[in-house]
């Protein structure tokens, strides 16, 4: 299974993007997945992540502003971000881990710049 980003983009303070994450194959099996970011300069941090039972975890930096979502019907991952601040400029990565056989993927990063 390969996953592919996209949905990153130039965007206004305030404004939403939608970043998606299709899988090349099905999602069902994975445990966790999620999303992850890099900002210039730093390190990768967790944004968000949803469980198979779509139990669902935010870093307090997006809570109330990004929200996780997977459809196993079309292999994707999407995270929704609204509100979004300068400090959300990174390149947004997209992740799958599956415990059996110790499956860890990423996709290859969607870059999203936010403008003051």
């Known amino acids: 299974v390969q996953l592919q980003a996209s949905g990153g983009g130039l965007v206004q303070a305030g404004g939403s993007l939608r970043l998606s994450c299709a899988a090349s194959?099905?999602?069902?099996?994975?445990?966790?997945m999620g999303w992850y970011r890099r900002a210039p300069g730093k390190e990768r941090e967790l944004v968000a992540t949803?469980?198979?039972?779509?139990?669902?975890n935010y870093a307090d930096s997006v809570k109330g502003r990004f929200t996780i979502s997977r459809d196993h019907a079309k292999s994707t991952l999407y995270l929704q971000m609204d509100s979004l601040k300068p400090e959300d400029t990174a390149v947004y990565y997209c992740?799958?881990?599956?415990?059996?056989?110790?499956?860890?993927?990423w996709g290859q990063g969607t870059e999203v710049t936010v403008s003051s």
């Open positions: 949803i469980t198979s039972d779509s139990i669902t």
């Open positions: 194959g099905n999602i069902f099996t994975f445990n966790v």
């Open positions: 992740n799958a881990f599956r415990r059996l056989w110790n499956v860890n993927l």
